[in-house]
């Protein structure tokens, strides 16, 4: 809210905001009080902006926009107002204001594992799916994959790939999968982990694949950072 306390009128009143680039899609409206003019009702983008204010007039903008997913550490907006020459502002530190937010990083971050079936014979080749996720709303570096394959999943060979824009996972790889990745808000990893069972094996085949959010970043949803495929044998 930029306002004229007076005693005197106008005109000719600089009033500008230069969001920061983190703060994204910015779309603005304008309205006022006590005959302020010259405002721009609705906008997008920065706020720069000529005005005319009667003394005990305002001008009072909501800016609305989305933080960026790759945003860290805080998150600051100023607004100032500059009076025109030839008017003596009896008060100019208050001519500028800045909020500021701590950015907490938060993500959804998920996996699945399966192999299609719910029985498999012992001594029968198998391939595994394993999705990993992250689900937003924040980009999140050093999320830790695992997946220790149990010991009757025997000649273990991966790949992995993503479209997504994921980044740090084994391309190919042999045995158990551990990666440090990290994962843009809505990208994925899919591995597909093909061996052979164990001509002993008995009972159930287990398989548990997990993802782990790094230190700093709040995952919502714990519930959904593990993920079991069981299969009768």
């Known amino acids: 809210m930029v306002t004229n306390s007076g005693p005197s009128d106008v005109t000719g009143a600089v009033i500008s905001d230069s969001f920061p680039a983190s703060f994204t899609g910015v779309a603005y409206t304008a309205t006022q009080g006590g005959g302020a003019s010259g405002f721009t009702a609705t906008g997008t983008g920065n706020i720069s902006e000529t005005v005319t ?3 005990g007039s305002s001008v009072t903008y909501k800016a609305a926009g989305k933080i960026s997913s790759s945003a860290t550490g805080t998150l600051s ?5 500059t009076a025109p020459s030839g008017v003596t502002d009896s008060n100019p530190a208050n001519n500028s204001a800045t909020d500021t937010d701590t950015i907490t990083v938060k993500a959804d ?3 699945t594992v399966t192999d299609g079936k719910t029985a498999t014979i ?4 198998d391939t595994y799916t394993i999705v990993v996720t992250n689900a937003g709303p924040s980009n999140v570096t050093g999320a830790a994959v695992s997946d220790s394959f149990p010991d009757t999943f025997t000649g273990v060979t991966f790949t992995a790939t993503s479209s997504t824009g994921a980044s740090g996972f084994t391309a190919t790889g042999t045995g ?3 990666d440090t990745v990290a994962l843009p808000a809505s990208s994925h990893i899919t591995y597909k982990a093909k061996g052979t069972i164990s001509s002993s094996a008995t009972g159930t085949l287990s398989e548990t694949a997990t993802v782990t959010a790094p230190s700093g970043v709040t995952d919502p949803n714990l519930a959904n950072n593990s993920a079991t495929d069981t299969d009768t044998l």
């Open 176 to 178: 158990n999968i551990s």
């Open 53 to 55: 204010m009667p003394a």
């Open 77 to 81: 907006d100023t607004a100032t107002v």
């Open 122 to 125: 012992p001594g029968a080749k």
């Open 109 to 111: 971050l998920k996996v």
